[in-house]
């Protein structure tokens, strides 16, 4: 599994619309060989289906498609945009931190959200993690959280 490695995690990156930062996200995951092309456009095409359901929180999204759209290993990535972006969510809107998640099964997707979910829980996380102006930054507060 690929959680949050260096090479899958961008920050300070510029989208203008939740389509544009899913694609960057997805990106990630392609550049470190964890999904194919077409899983980024699956993200997107979900997007477009089913609107903003993985605005898990405020200010988080958590895009992601079936395993059988192009996931090569299971994987997550994030970008931090620089500037925040509504994905027309009611509630959590405007998105600024954007974690794809590629699983290759369903067990791994749970796993993968339940390691994310207790990241992001850790009191101040999201704060530190919006507040990161490295990549050192996020990769300790992971090590931290793993401690």
Do not use: W
Not at 59 to 73: F, S, T, Y
Not at 89 to 111: C, K, M, R, T
Not at 115 to 137: H, Y
Request: hydrophobic letters at 45%.
């Amino acid at each position: 599994m690929k959680f949050l490695e260096s090479s899958l995690i961008a920050l300070d990156v510029e989208a203008k619309t939740a389509e544009e930062a899913i694609r960057l996200a997805g990106d990630l995951l392609v550049k470190a060989g964890a999904a194919e092309e077409r899983y980024a456009d699956a993200m997107v095409k979900s997007y477009r289906e089913r609107g903003p359901y993985f605005v898990l929180a405020p200010h988080i999204a958590l895009p992601h498609a079936r395993a059988e759209d192009g996931v090569n290993e299971a994987s997550v990535s994030l970008i931090k945009l620089k500037k925040p972006v509504v994905f027309g969510h009611a509630a959590n809107d405007p998105v600024q931190l954007v974690f794809a998640l590629g699983g290759s099964s369903s067990s791994e997707h749970i796993a993968m959200l339940r390691k994310l979910t207790t990241l992001l829980s850790s009191p101040g996380s999201i704060e530190q993690f919006m507040n990161a102006t490295d990549v050192e930054t996020i990769q300790q507060l992971i090590r931290g959280n793993e401690q």
